[in-house]
């Protein structure tokens, strides 16, 4: 299958958040609190894709409520936070397919970091933004050529979309 196909067929997006929505920085203010930035267009995929028909989820080891209040605002119902330690990205995964009744190769998971890969290895279209750690590149088999939290996001929604005459 060439790439173009694996594109065509994506009906569901799954991302990660630090280092895909994000730039993976956090700037943490003197009380404590982690504050992160996100891509607007990243945002107005997010929500074409979803308008258009399209299951999005998000799986993340974080949880900050301005993110999660970000994502539902955008209309993103499947939100799977605090996957870190004993709570594996893959839990969350496999729930996810119960519900969402998804073929596995009609899905793109976008990651960036070790956490990430097991679910990639199970995905239609494991995708990665272009900064993203060598074992994630490795294994995507789409490498975006933007950076994470500076518009991968957008990049991979848009392919598929366009793809599928969803797009504009």
């Known amino acids: 299958m060439n790439q173009l196909e694996y594109f065509n067929s994506i009906r569901t997006f799954i991302f990660d958040v630090d280092g895909v ?4 920085q956090l700037l943490i203010t003197e009380k404590g609190e982690l504050l992160r930035s996100m891509n607007t267009r990243d945002g107005y995929a997010i929500a074409t894709a979803i308008r258009a028909g399209y299951d999005m989820a ?3 080891g974080g949880s900050s409520t301005g993110v999660t209040e970000r994502l539902k605002g955008l209309g993103v119902v499947h939100l799977y936070t605090g996957y870190t330690g004993n709570r594996h ?9 119960e519900i969402l009744n998804a073929d596995e190769e009609s899905i793109l998971y976008m990651g960036d970091d070790v956490p990430d890969m097991e679910v990639m290895l199970r995905v239609g279209l494991p995708a990665c933004p272009a900064d993203a750690a060598p074992e994630v590149r490795k294994i995507s088999r789409y490498v975006s ?7 991968c996001v957008r990049d991979v929604i848009e392919r598929v979309l366009r793809l599928n005459g969803d797009w504009g």
């Not at 990205?89 to 397919?97: G, S, V």
């Not at 050529?145 to 518009?151: D, I, P, S, T, Y």
């Open 145 to 151: 050529h933007v950076n994470g939290g500076q518009g």
């Open 21 to 24: 929505l994000t730039n993976s």
């Open 58 to 60: 998000i799986i993340t």
């Open 89 to 97: 990205k893959i839990d969350a995964y496999e729930e996810l397919l």
